[in-house]
């Protein structure tokens, strides 16, 4: 009999709309094996702006760390993860999605959080990462046992990246850098509008028949989130590889004020400094 319930459990977490949640996009709508469609093939754009983003921020990793690297790939993830959710609405589904923003939360918190910020009883990079991996990990276990416990996880992270990002920008001089973080609070604003409005103004939007605000979120934030990653990643090669002359320019092209931005390091002949 327990391995029946188990089992009977099991399915439940997996079982198509075992979720709570269900966005305000009309389901089945379009295909019977995909509960929200425009919100599934939305969250594919992560896998066109992660390949990008890995290709432009590799001179920059590969003088800073490679580990600079897996923000990316695992941004891959939390792409693969919300197209799987939105395709079933399944818990299992819900919680592999929230947990795949948690840990990229927590990677680029470990990777480019200021080591001057650091708490006086952390002394390197290394000790401070193993101390976020296992708030990370601690985290991620509870979220099966109650999953609201995410939220305050990536509230805590999310938060406390953002005060620090504009703790960093009160000292930085270079023009370029704030016309990037003005795009990337404005993208931000622009997607979390959607997020909002598709969550708590759904009556309205199911009038006027235009439900895929939610999808529309998926678009902006990441984009919202390479242009973050890009401006972080910008103040943390002055700080950390100051030798590179790192400056910003925007793909495809440098000219256009808009467009996917990365660093060039003007010169990599000084020996790095230790982290």
Not at 41 to 52: L, N, V
Not at 192 to 209: A, P, Q, T, Y
């Amino acid at each position: 009999m327990g391995g029946i319930c188990t089992s009977e459990k099991m399915g439940g977490i997996f079982a198509y709309e075992s979720s709570e949640i269900d966005w305000c996009e009309d389901n089945y709508k379009y295909s019977e094996h995909v509960v929200e469609y425009f919100n599934t093939m939305s969250s594919f754009t992560f896998f066109i702006i992660s390949p990008i983003m890995l290709y432009l921020l590799h001179p920059y990793a590969k003088e800073r760390n490679l580990a600079v690297h897996t923000v990316w790939i695992m941004m891959t993830f939390v792409g693969l993860f919300s197209a799987y959710f939105h395709m079933t609405l399944s818990f299992m589904g819900q919680m592999l999605d929230e947990l795949s923003i948690l840990w990229v939360l927590a990677v680029g918190y470990a990777t480019w959080f200021p080591r001057k910020l650091f708490p006086s009883f952390i002394k390197d990079r290394s000790t401070f990462s193993k101390l976020v991996l296992g708030v990370t990990v601690i985290s991620t276990f509870s979220s099966f046992v109650k999953p609201t416990a995410n939220a305050y996880a990536l509230n805590c992270f999310g938060l406390h990246m953002l005060y620090t990002l504009i703790v960093e920008m009160r000292s930085c001089t270079d023009q370029r850098a704030h016309h990037l973080a003005k795009l990337s609070i404005g993208l931000w604003v622009m997607a979390i509008s959607c997020w909002l409005s598709d969550r708590f103004g759904c009556n309205f939007w199911k009038k006027v028949d235009f439900c895929y605000l939610h999808g529309f979120w998926h678009i902006l934030i990441a984009i919202a989130v390479a242009y973050g990653s890009t401006l972080i990643a910008f103040l943390d090669a002055n700080y950390e590889i100051p030798y590179s002359l790192p400056g910003l320019h925007f793909w495809p092209c440098d000219k256009w004020p808009i467009g996917i931005p990365h660093i060039v390091l003007k010169s990599t002949h000084k020996t790095r400094k230790q982290c």
